[in-house]
């Protein structure tokens, strides 16, 4: 006896929908696979972004160390500035002694000829060479006041506070989108018209 028509029909759509069943699971591991392993190069793509920033901040600071360093070598740094910075936020009316490194004092000595001195307003003033001082630093006291101005200390003050700008950064980027911006990025041109 041969098998009806009928029924021949219904074993064919019961195959046909299990291997659309087969199918349909292949596609949905597939496309999970695809999103893990997308998901995996996203994550490795962010390392490399935070590494390759790192890695900037770092170079950076190189670099400006090593042009800070040739500055010194090169007796052009502004060590006027920097004596005028430190004595800011002192009172005219204190007793100062600033100590540089004395190669530091023939430079300052050399730059302010013909210049009035950053400490001319100060009424007890004493500038005094100190070998302990590397080039570019200086130290000053004045009564129970001390301030210590280091090349090396400023730019690592400079490295942390780029690296904490980097991490903050980090934090934004991470943060969802919301639906109600209030800045479109492109006009609706119906409005513009």
């Known amino acids: 006896r041969q098998p009806d028509k009928a029924q021949v029909d219904q074993e064919k759509a019961a195959k046909l929908a299990e291997e659309e069943q087969q199918t349909l699971s292949q596609l ?3 496309f999970r696979t695809l999103d893990e392993q997308i998901g995996e190069i996203e994550q490795r793509r962010k390392q490399s972004l935070v590494e390759m920033q790192q890695a900037a901040i770092e170079l950076s600071v190189a670099i400006a160390s090593r042009l800070l360093h040739e500055t010194i070598v090169a007796d052009e740094l502004a060590l006027e500035n920097i004596v005028a910075e430190i004595l800011q936020p002192l009172d005219s009316g204190q007793a100062v002694m600033l100590r540089l490194h004395p190669t530091d004092i023939t430079l300052l ?5 013909g210049k009035p001195p950053p400490w001319q307003d100060y009424n007890t003033f004493q500038l005094v060479g100190d070998k302990t001082l590397q080039r570019g630093e200086c130290r000053l006291d004045s009564g129970d006041i001390g301030i210590v101005s280091q090349i ?12 904490e700008a980097l ?13 109600d911006r209030t800045l479109r990025r492109f006009p609706d041109r119906r409005e513009t018209a």
């Open 109 to 113: 000595t050399r730059r302010l000829e």
């Open 167 to 179: 991490d903050h950064a980090q934090i934004e980027r991470r943060r969802p989108q919301t639906g």
């Open 28 to 30: 949905l591991d597939a």
């Open 152 to 163: 090396e200390m400023q730019l690592t003050e400079i490295r942390q506070q780029l690296l």
